[in-house]
């Protein structure tokens, strides 16, 4: 049988950085093959490398199907037979279903007019090849998330005769997702390799390559550190693959910390919430103390992705009150939010955390320009220093391009330096939606270890996150929303990931007012 893929000691190099250093891969036909790596290891340069964006340095080689990959344009990638679905999904929101997927392929026309039945018909055949049913006329704003995904990889596989698809890559599929909807992603992505197609499937949660992967490959430092059937791999084998055994000891230490802290809090509330609602949130009170990590947990539409943004005031607020140390926040003033110390790092870093085009020195200083300003103008040498000193903290990669715009950063080092920005400042409240996002292992460590030194130094840190095992291992309390309100708290040995998965059931407990 000849494999979709072989990926025959691949390097790259950029300048005098080497991205990637003699990579092999091999998939088959109808073989899901996870690939893992920390930001920065050379997934997304082998992805660029795959779909033509980047040509390899001499002396390697990819076949497709037993044809050698020329590297003049990501056009010859596409003739080959291998397709792409990006973590941004690449969809118009307010375009209909069948318009984006006709975006690529182009429109079936006659006579210098668009034949919107036929674009129809042809939507609705793609869609239904995954067992999607979705309208082609509804809107892709009106989706949910894991249509909107559904709708990207129908569009990726849709038949093209002269140029039949046999590799669909998925680069962090499930990214975006609340945890309800991942089961149905990772059914059509099983349904897909039934077909014969071989999938690469790039992700961080290793829950999902257990679940729908034949094969694992593991990258770090641009080298393949670990390779073959997933059965031959467990939890704690891989992530001693992904970031070496000192993570393992580190995850230890937290869990140890957490302890630590919670015996030698003060029990001094600085942050309450009290019958706010907001969107599906309906009279959720929350108070967190100094020094307290409280979890946020519940399934998509429960209201949890509504209660942080609301109480910054990022996010409007039909009622409630919130306080930070007894002052009342007005509603929808995060300016007055942050002037009393509340930090909030938004869920989307693109579109509602970070600056892309401007540099990361920039976005580091951005809350707070004060202690650089004098006679009038910034001074830049100080700003540059501060910013250096958090590149170190944080371990930020690449090292030395604070004055490169965000968006040349890998996620994880993009949200180390959202991070930035907010310790920097040290506020006394930290509300963190979603906090680690599409951010590897490497960097998820490292961003939680600084928030348990935040809550160590007298912070409390709320974080609302789809992540069960970040609330299980990193909180204090876990609040879990089901239908607008606080259904159960979970703290000390009662607070695991299996537990939280168990209160998500509308009848697992009855709803509380607060805690």
Request: with cysteine; charged share 25%; hydrophobic share 40%.
């Amino acid at each position: 049988m000849t494999a979709v893929l072989e990926v025959d000691t691949v390097s790259k190099t950029f300048t005098r950085t080497q991205a990637l250093a003699g990579v092999s891969m091999t998939i088959q036909p109808g073989e899901v093959h996870a690939l893992l790596g920390q930001n920065g290891s050379g997934k997304s340069t082998l992805i660029k490398i795959l779909s033509g964006y980047h040509a390899p340095d001499p002396g390697g080689a990819i076949r497709i199907e037993g044809n050698e990959l020329p590297f003049q344009a990501p056009v010859q990638s596409y003739r080959l037979g291998c397709r792409f679905v990006q973590q941004d999904l690449g969809l118009v929101p307010t375009l209909s279903v069948q318009d984006n997927m006709s975006l690529g392929s182009g429109f079936p026309t006659a006579w210098g007019t668009i034949r919107d039945r036929a674009s129809r018909e042809q939507a609705k055949a793609d869609l239904a090849k995954l067992n999607l049913d979705i309208d082609p006329k509804a809107m892709i704003s009106s989706l949910a998330a894991s249509e909107r995904t559904g709708v990207a990889i129908a569009r990726a596989l849709r038949e093209d005769p002269d140029y039949p698809h046999c590799l669909l890559v998925l680069d962090e599929p499930t990214a975006t997702l609340p945890v309800d909807e991942v089961d149905n992603l990772l059914d059509r992505v099983a349904a897909i390799a039934a077909l014969g197609v071989g999938v690469l499937y790039v992700t961080h949660h290793l829950g999902e390559v257990f679940r729908v992967a034949q094969k694992v490959s593991v990258f770090r430092d641009g080298k393949v550190v670990g390779a073959g059937p997933v059965s031959d791999f467990d939890h704690a084998s891989i992530v001693g693959l992904l970031a070496g055994e000192e993570l393992l000891a580190e995850e230890s230490e937290t869990r140890r910390q957490k302890a630590k802290r919670a015996a030698a809090r003060k029990h001094e509330t600085v942050f309450e919430i009290s019958d706010l609602h907001a969107g599906a949130a309906s009279g959720i009170s929350i108070a967190a103390e100094r020094g307290e990590i409280v979890g946020i947990a519940g399934l998509a539409g429960s209201g949890r992705d509504t209660v942080l943004g609301a109480a910054f005031g990022s996010l409007p607020r039909a009622a409630g009150e919130v306080k930070v140390a007894g002052k009342p926040l007005p509603s929808s003033r995060p300016d007055v939010a942050i002037g009393q110390g509340v930090a909030y790092v938004a869920p989307d870093r693109k579109t509602g955390g970070g600056v892309m085009t401007m540099s990361a020195r920039e976005n580091l200083t951005l809350p707070d320009l004060k202690p650089f300003w004098k006679g009038g103008i910034v001074r830049r040498k100080a700003e540059k220093a501060r910013t250096k000193e958090w590149f170190e903290r944080l371990s930020v990669r690449p090292a030395n391009a604070t004055e490169e715009p965000l968006s040349i950063f890998s996620g994880g080092n993009q949200q180390k330096i959202l991070f930035g920005k907010w310790l920097s400042q040290k506020p006394s409240v930290f509300l963190l939606d979603e906090p680690t996002q599409g951010v590897d292992v490497g960097a998820k460590s490292d961003l939680h270890r600084e928030l348990v030194n935040a809550a160590q130094e007298g912070a409390a840190v709320l974080i609302s996150s789809s992540d069960l095992e970040e609330l299980a291992d990193l909180c204090d309390r876990v609040l879990v929303i089901v239908d607008g309100k606080i259904s159960s708290v979970l703290e000390g040995a009662q607070l695991t990931q299996s537990a939280i998965t168990r209160s998500f059931m509308p009848l697992a407990a009855e709803p509380v007012g607060g805690s």
